[in-house]
C-alpha cells in the first residue's frame, strides 16, 4: 500500500505541470517566461511552507494542538516514517491549489509579493482545511464528504485566486471605459491544450491515491472522473457552439477541467448516471459563469481559475449531496445541509484570510507591477529575458545594460 500511495502522489504531479504549461500557453509572449518560473517557485516555496509549518497544522497524528507544535519543521520519529506516504498525498494536493493561484496573478503581480500566496496556502490556510474536513475532523465527524478535496483544495484555490485578481485588479487594456471587455488571447492555445492533457492524465492518480486512503472502489472512481469530464467537455462544446455559432476551444478546455474538479468531491459515492449528469451540468456552469465573470464580475483571469475550480469544486460538493449515494445513511436533506455547511465555512475562512493578505501586500508591498513593466512583459522586467527572442518583435535591451 504504501508505494501505491507514494505512485499515486508522484503521479498526481503532474497536475501540477499541467497548470503550468496552461498558464504558460493563456499569457502572452511577452509573460511566458515569468509564468513558468513563478510555478517552479511556488511549488517550492509551497512545499517547504507545508514542512516548516503546514504539518503541525495538519495534526496528522491527532494529538493535541499544544503538542502537535513538535511537528513543526516535519514529523519525528515513527510517524515521519509511517505518515510519510499520507503526508505526501496531501502536499501534492496542496500543490494544485496554489499553482490555481498562480495562474489568477499572471501578467500583472510583481515576483516576490505575488509568492505569498504560496506560503499562505501551503503553511496554513490549506491544512488546517484538510484537517477539518477529513474524517477526524469537526467537519468529516458531521459527516462532510469531500473524497479528494473539491472543497479544502479546489474550492479555496478559487476563492483565493478571486479575491487576489479582484484585489490586484485587471490588466491594462482589459476594460474599456464603457464598460466592455477586450479580448487577450494567450500565445499558444496548444500549449494550453497540453495542459490541460497533462492535467487529465495526472487527475487519475491524484483522485486513487485520496481513494485508497478512503477505502473507495478504485475503478469506480477512475470511472465515474472519466465519464464526468466528458459529460463536461462536451456539454461545454455544444453551450459554446450555441452561443457563438462555433465550438470555442477555450470553453471547452475549461469545462473539461471544471468537470474533473466536480467530480473530485464524489466519485466514490455516485453511479455512472449521476457522474455524467454532474459532469453536464458542470460543462454548463463553467462557461457561461466564465462569461459572467468577465463581462459582469469583472474580474480579470487568464486561466479562469475562479470558475473553473471554485465554482467547480462547490458544484461538485454540492452534487455529492444531491445525488451521493452516502445521503441515504443519514437523510437526503440532512447530508445536502452538511454539505452546504462545509463549503461555506471553507469559502467563507479562506475569503477572510486571502482578502486580509492581499490587501496587505497591495498597500504594503507593491503587488501590482509597474504600468510600464507590465506593457514591457514580466520576462523582461522582473528576470531580463525575453521566451522567445528569435521571434521578438521589438528590441530588447537589458536592464543590466541601462544601468551601465
Request: with cysteine.
Amino acid at each position: 500500500m504504501e508505494i501505491w500511495i507514494v505512485a499515486c502522489a508522484v503521479g498526481a504531479l503532474l497536475v501540477r505541470m499541467g497548470l503550468a504549461l496552461y498558464t504558460c500557453g493563456l499569457v502572452r509572449a511577452k509573460n511566458a517566461g515569468a509564468a513558468v518560473l513563478r510555478h517552479m517557485a511556488d511549488l517550492c516555496l509551497a512545499t517547504l511552507a507545508f514542512w516548516a509549518v503546514g504539518m503541525a497544522v495538519l495534526n496528522p497524528t491527532g494529538e493535541p494542538s499544544w503538542i502537535a507544535l513538535n511537528h513543526l519543521f516535519g514529523l519525528r520519529g515513527i510517524d515521519a516514517i509511517v505518515l510519510a506516504p499520507h503526508l505526501l498525498m496531501i502536499l501534492t494536493a496542496i500543490l494544485i491549489a496554489s499553482g490555481v493561484v498562480v495562474g489568477a496573478l499572471s501578467e500583472r503581480s510583481r515576483f516576490w509579493p505575488s509568492l505569498a500566496s504560496s506560503l499562505l496556502l501551503g503553511g496554513i490556510l490549506v491544512p488546517l482545511l484538510a484537517r477539518w474536513c477529513r474524517h477526524g475532523g469537526w467537519l468529516g465527524k458531521m459527516h462532510f464528504h469531500d473524497l479528494a478535496g473539491a472543497s479544502f483544495i479546489h474550492v479555496a484555490a478559487g476563492c483565493c485566486a478571486a479575491t487576489g485578481a479582484t484585489v490586484l485588479g485587471a490588466r491594462n487594456g482589459k476594460y474599456n471605459r464603457d464598460g466592455s471587455s477586450n479580448v487577450i488571447p494567450g500565445h499558444s492555445l496548444p500549449l494550453a491544450s497540453a495542459g490541460v492533457m497533462l492535467i487529465l492524465v495526472g487527475w487519475f492518480p491524484y483522485l486513487l491515491g485520496f481513494g485508497s486512503n478512503a477505502g473507495g472502489f478504485l475503478g469506480s472512481i477512475a470511472l465515474n472522473a472519466l465519464l464526468t469530464a466528458a459529460a463536461a467537455g462536451l456539454a461545454s462544446l455544444a453551450v459554446s457552439h450555441v452561443r457563438y455559432g462555433k465550438p470555442d476551444i477555450y470553453l471547452t478546455l475549461s469545462g473539461i477541467m471544471g468537470g474533473l474538479v466536480a467530480a473530485t468531491a464524489g466519485a466514490d459515492v455516485m453511479t455512472n448516471l449521476s457522474a455524467v449528469a454532474t459532469g453536464a451540468i458542470a460543462g454548463i456552469l463553467i462557461p457561461v459563469l466564465m462569461l459572467q465573470m468577465d463581462l459582469v464580475w469583472r474580474i480579470d483571469d487568464p486561466t479562469g481559475a475562479l470558475v473553473i475550480h471554485g465554482v467547480g469544486g462547490a458544484w461538485g460538493i454540492l452534487a455529492t449531496g444531491l445525488m451521493g449515494s452516502s445521503g441515504y445513511v443519514m437523510g437526503r436533506l440532512q447530508f445536502i445541509g452538511r454539505q452546504l455547511i462545509g463549503l461555506g465555512v471553507v469559502a467563507g475562512l479562506t475569503i477572510a484570510i486571502s482578502a486580509g493578505m492581499f490587501l496587505a501586500l497591495r498597500n504594503m508591498a507593491n503587488l501590482r507591477a509597474r504600468e510600464e513593466d507590465e506593457f514591457d512583459g514580466l520576462d523582461l522586467a522582473e528576470h531580463d529575458i525575453g521566451s522567445y527572442p528569435d521571434f521578438q518583435q521589438t528590441t530588447i535591451k537589458s536592464y543590466h545594460l541601462r544601468e551601465a
